[in-house]
């Protein structure tokens, strides 16, 4: 069992309860047997045409050879144990590949519950009850191309590429939940769009001296940036641009996007895409990789596993039983701080050189320009109904580097919005999800737009049904005219480069300037009587001020 001053951690890592309605069947209604093969070159791929929607998909394509134990020979290549490693390229395979289900999930588990939650607040609602099985081999990722391959008459290049990071805290989330048509059909046809998994939880965020010396740090991260050297590989055969490449998530899926950003410390080349849309950007907690508390992490993971004893223990655990680590990873989740995330990005040193906040003050980031939107409402489901709260107690639970007198300053800046849980509402939402927001507005100033998702109640992750929205799985505000300038939003900046480039007439959503500190951003809400509201707002220079006071604090709150 974790001990006791582990469970007093509060390590931050909130992130994505995606409540949004998603597939985790087979999502082709209607299929045609003369679906086209793509070569790729280490594999041939068969998709599948829905012609219902008329889109075609190649579901589960390796982009990575599988996480596992490869010592012996498979296709005369020799890989050795890629558990705890860099992901590495497909293996080959011969003959033609069935790409017509989806793929197995990374292994799953959920958020803190520690210490008078009782249980996790973590969940997810399905399209159905069929649900992917869990699995270590799990590095696939699902191609949506609209109509037949190829795709005639293609553009000069092919068509836009959009990339869909999942969210789930870095610790849970899967393809299958995500049905990538919805895109297509949002855009009028007019991207190509890629659903990529990922390692998760201690399986993708294990770190500590020992993972730095035997293995590698931020092995989930490096899934995806493997995932997007995919894209820029083969896409161009599903007829997509690798030069149009805009890569997007929510929650943990928009803390990924901010992670490409500041990778290489905002300098990765070649570029692997030109544009970056976050939705309700995700920054916990993100230690150097052999602090206390990621360290802390590692020797509990040990002794969890039996491998305490062991001379080697990075060894021993790359060699245990994945259910036996898929314990120690689930039992783990429920220790955090109710809200929280325990496996989350660290600061390695090479791929993320430095907290986000230092490489974004400094001007420098992956990507020309930046579409972010967030909840008007993001800290409720995160925080605990705790008639004994004190908002001093909640900071200090939360980031437990902070100093008694940054403590206190908060507990100031706070004091004034409503009872001592509203009061710790507001702090999760603003230090975790809205703020990070703006700070990374901040850097792409003048070539950014920031949106605001009010539909009642506006929590984490009820935006999401409003972009990926399947006939039969309608949101709860069915409005086509708010639907239509919602999710068209992103599919302007993904195929035009600019969010004001409109190509639906009933799009009603009015110009939308570029931000800059303390200016406008696009209000979507609806009235009382149900009739959209799409306008323009000033940014609340009451939220700047408090946004200015977490920014000053992020070597403390470990940002």
């Known amino acids: 069992m974790p001990s006791s001053s582990f469970r007093r951690f509060a390590i931050l890592a909130l992130a994505c309860l995606a409540r949004s309605t998603f597939s985790a069947a087979s999502p082709m209604s209607a299929r045609s047997a003369s679906a086209p093969v793509v070569n790729l070159g280490y594999s041939q791929y068969q998709g599948a045409l829905d012609t219902t929607t008329n889109v075609t998909s190649f579901l589960s394509i390796r982009y990575a050879a599988p996480p596992l134990d490869f010592s012996d020979v498979r296709h005369n290549q020799t890989l050795g144990d890629l558990r705890f490693q860099a992901p590495q390229p497909p293996v080959y395979t011969t003959g033609v590949q069935q790409a017509t289900e989806y793929p197995n999930m990374c292994y799953q588990s959920g958020g803190g519950a520690n210490e008078t939650a009782p249980v996790s607040i973590y969940g997810f609602n399905k399209r159905a009850t069929t649900t992917p099985a869990q699995s270590e081999d799990c590095l696939f990722l699902d191609v949506y191309v609209p109509g037949e391959l190829p795709l005639e008459p293609l553009t000069a290049g092919g068509l836009p590429v959009v990339v869909w990071i999942h969210g789930g805290g870095y610790v849970s989330g899967y393809a299958a939940n995500y049905d990538g048509t919805d895109l297509i059909k949002n855009s009028g046809y007019g991207v ?7 390692r998760l939880g201690l399986f993708g965020f294990l770190s500590g001296n020992e993972v730095a010396e035997g293995g590698a740090l931020n092995a989930g991260l490096l899934d ?44 990765t080349q070649p570029p692997l895409f030109r544009a970056g849309i976050t939705s309700s950007t995700f920054q916990p907690s993100q230690y150097y990789y052999n602090d206390r508390i990621p360290q802390l992490l590692y020797n509990e993971v040990v002794a969890m596993t039996g491998c305490a004893s062991s001379a080697n223990t990075f060894l021993c655990l790359q060699s245990v039983n994945a259910e036996t680590l898929q314990t120690a990873n689930y039992d783990l989740a429920g220790t955090g701080f109710f809200g929280t995330y325990i496996f989350v990005p660290v600061v390695d040193g090479t791929f993320i050189v430095e907290r986000p906040s230092v490489t974004l003050a400094q001007g420098k980031a992956n990507g020309k320009l930046l579409l972010a939107v967030g909840n008007s409402n993001e800290g409720n489901i995160f925080v605990e109904a705790n008639e004994t709260l004190t908002i001093t107690d909640y900071v200090s639970q939360l980031f437990p580097d902070m100093t008694s007198t940054q403590i206190q300053e908060a507990a100031y800046i706070y004091q004034n919005y409503g009872t001592p849980l509203e009061q ?21 100033a003048g070539r950014s737009w920031k949106g605001i998702f009010a539909i009642p109640p506006a929590y984490h992750g009820n935006d999401v049904a409003y972009y990926f929205n399947s006939p039969g799985y309608a949101p709860p505000y069915n409005d086509t005219q708010f639907i239509t300038a919602f999710s068209q939003s992103f599919m302007s900046v993904a195929k035009y480069y600019d969010v004001n480039m409109k190509f639906d007439p009933t799009n009603i959503t009015p110009y939308w300037d570029e931000y800059y500190i303390g200016a406008t951003e696009m209000l979507f809400n ?30 403390m709150t470990a940002q």
Request: proline share 5%; glycine share 6%.
């Open 224 to 267: 995806q940036n493997a995932a997007l050297e995919w894209v820029q590989k083969y896409i161009s055969t599903f007829g997509g641009d690798p030069a149009k490449v805009t890569i997007w998530g929510e929650s943990a899926g928009a803390g990924s996007v901010m992670q490409h950003i500041v990778a290489n410390e905002g300098n």
């Open 424 to 444: 710790a509402i507001t702090v999760m939402g603003d230090s975790i999800f809205v703020c990070p927001t703006y700070h990374l507005l901040q850097t792409f």
């Open 526 to 555: 609806r009235t009382e009587d149900y009739v959209p509201v799409v306008v323009p707002v000033k940014t609340d220079p009451a939220l700047l001020q408090r946004c200015s006071f977490w920014q000053t604090i992020t070597a």
């Open 192 to 198: 190509v769009s890629v659903v990529i998994q990922y």
